[in-house]
């Protein structure tokens, strides 16, 4: 079982930086994709970035390609995602997953098998 503990959220300004941490447990973690997906209040839960096993391999939902950056650090069971030129629309709980085999592109939360329990981000304008 895998259990996955997402830390690092919290207030910021619209343009500042926030680095969100998941650290695993459980499991062997570089055998996992790990995903990073957000819920805003009233919508939908969404993808946000995903990395597999191998660290080049990753994957960005257009909204935040070009602002967030996931890496993951295996030897300390560690996912991060850097959160820069943040925007009040990122305001979210953020959550990590984990899925040893995806399907896809990684992109929809039925591909992964594990999840945290989430970390609220606020942007405020």
């Known amino acids: 079982q895998v259990q996955l503990v997402e830390s690092g959220g919290g207030l910021v300004q619209a343009g500042g930086s926030l680095r969100l941490a998941c650290a695993a447990s459980?499991?062997?973690?570089?055998?996992?994709?790990m995903g990073w997906f957000r819920q805003a209040p009233g919508k939908e839960r969404e993808f946000v970035a995903r990395?597999?096993?191998?660290?080049?391999?990753?994957y960005y939902a257009d909204s935040v390609k070009g602002r967030f950056a996931i890496s993951r650090d295996n030897a300390k069971n560690t996912v991060y995602l850097q959160m820069n030129s943040l925007k009040p629309e990122d305001t979210a709980v953020y959550y990590c997953?984990?899925?040893?085999?995806?399907?896809?592109?990684?992109?929809?939360?039925?591909?992964?098998?594990?999840w945290g329990q989430g970390t609220q981000v606020t942007v405020s304008s």
């Open positions: 997953a984990s899925g040893r085999f995806l399907r896809g592109l990684g992109t929809q939360g039925n591909e992964y098998d594990y």
């Open positions: 459980g499991g062997t973690f570089n055998n996992y994709a």
């Open positions: 990395i597999k096993w191998s660290a080049y391999s990753t």
